[in-house]
């Protein structure tokens, strides 16, 4: 059993309540196998950063779950069949880049930067050519 973490794009025509009982109803394919679903996040209404089959913008959910690789893979067919779901993606959260928070993050000092030579917009002084 490892830890994962689903993100859905779901079709912005769908009704923003009937978004928690359609997961719950593709969720059904963890807990018969032995998982656990720790966490549903919904989003609600974003909008992409490009378009995904016409649409500008998207319902977003974040699910954590603890299963098995067969009912991840056994849901994510089940997520692609559906009309309703634009996109999917699946981490694993041992994989997956945790933010940091940013009362534990120190930025580390950089010396600061050397200049590539004289002054801005001046030229080299030198003998001219006349």
């Known amino acids: 059993m490892h830890n994962y973490e689903l993100m859905v794009i779901m079709d912005p025509s ?23 679903v720790d966490k549903i996040d919904i989003w609600g ?11 500008s913008d998207g319902l977003y959910a ?18 692609r069949l559906n009309e309703s779901i634009l996109r999917t993606k699946v981490l694993r ?4 880049i945790f933010s940091i928070n940013p009362i534990e993050f ?3 000092e ?8 004289g002054p801005r ?5 030198g003998p001219r050519d006349s």
């Open 14 to 36: 769908v009704d923003e309540r009937t978004v928690a009982p359609t997961l719950d109803k593709f969720l059904t394919v963890i807990t018969t196998s032995g998982g656990t």
């Open 45 to 55: 209404r974003r909008r992409m950063t490009y378009q995904i089959q016409k649409h």
């Open 62 to 79: 974040v699910i954590n779950m603890t299963c098995s690789s067969a009912a991840v893979v056994e849901l994510e067919r089940q997520l």
């Open 93 to 96: 959260l041992e994989d997956a």
């Open 106 to 108: 120190v930025p580390e």
């Open 110 to 117: 950089k010396p600061p930067r050397a200049g590539r030579g």
């Open 121 to 125: 917009g001046k030229r080299p002084s």
